[in-house]
């Protein structure tokens, strides 16, 4: 695909040399240009994630990133203009974090994590209230009835996050215990703030450790940056393995 030329004249050479693999993918949230596109479903991509597909390469001319439901050029093989995380030198392999999307120096691959743990809801109420669940600074709160039991209210606070898609975490209720697990890997998931408080009387609601911390997923897929820079920035990245 050759013919593709100079795609972007703000950096000669965006697309130079071997014939290119480029695919076309609906974009699922924003995805920069020049950041690593990852799978989102059949011809979906997005801007984090597991499986690493390519490069998003400029085809619009006045703005810096694809829109969600946008379609994505994304840059599978050959040379393109990318944003590297840190200052790098040229022919060093590169990491992409999974998490982020930044790519970075190489270094070991790891599958990632998402955060999970465990909040207790513990005794009958004695009086009616609410139990309220605070994850990121968004409130879910619940009414507890007089003899409320804590089954009854773990399951109805799965049912109140499960409700908004927009919530950070999964959940899951069991024997009065409600388990949270991070929709997305990565550490930036163990900085969200997440507390209990309940005013239904006798009835308590407890925060637990993480059973599992947020961990980066890292990638190794054998691309190479072929410009230096010094610091974050665009450079030429090679594809090609």
């Not at 609410?130 to 507890?144: E, H, Q």
């Not at 820079?229 to 393995?241: H, P, Q």
Request: net charge negative; hydrophobic share 40%.
């Amino acid at each position: 695909m050759a013919q593709y030329g100079n795609m972007d004249q703000a950096f000669p050479g965006l697309l130079y040399g071997r014939d290119h693999h480029i695919d076309s993918r609906v974009a699922v949230g924003d995805i920069g240009y020049g950041v690593p596109v990852f799978t989102a479903g059949e011809n979906k991509g997005k801007a984090t994630g597991d499986d690493l597909l390519g490069v998003s390469a400029r085809h619009y001319t006045t703005k810096d990133y694809v829109e969600d439901k946008d379609v994505a050029s994304v840059v599978r093989t050959g040379k393109v203009g990318a944003k590297v995380a840190a200052g790098l030198v040229a022919d060093a392999e590169v990491s992409v974090n999974g998490s982020t999307g930044a790519i970075v120096e190489k270094t070991s691959a790891a599958v990632g994590a998402k955060r999970t743990l465990a909040v207790t809801i513990a005794n009958n109420a004695t009086a009616a209230g609410k139990v309220t669940l605070t994850i990121g600074g968004t409130a879910y709160a619940v009414d507890v009835e007089s003899s409320g039991t804590p089954a009854t209210t773990a399951t109805a606070l799965v049912s109140a996050l499960t409700a908004d898609a927009s919530c950070p975490f999964g959940a899951t209720a069991s024997s009065g215990v409600v388990t949270l697990t991070a929709k997305d890997k990565g550490v930036a998931q163990n900085d969200i703030a997440i507390v209990g408080a309940s005013t239904a009387t006798s009835q308590t609601i407890t925060i637990g450790s993480n059973t599992t911390a947020g961990a980066d997923a890292i990638i190794n897929p054998g691309w190479h940056v072929r410009t230096s820079t010094n610091a974050e920035g665009l450079a030429v990245l090679d594809l090609d393995k």
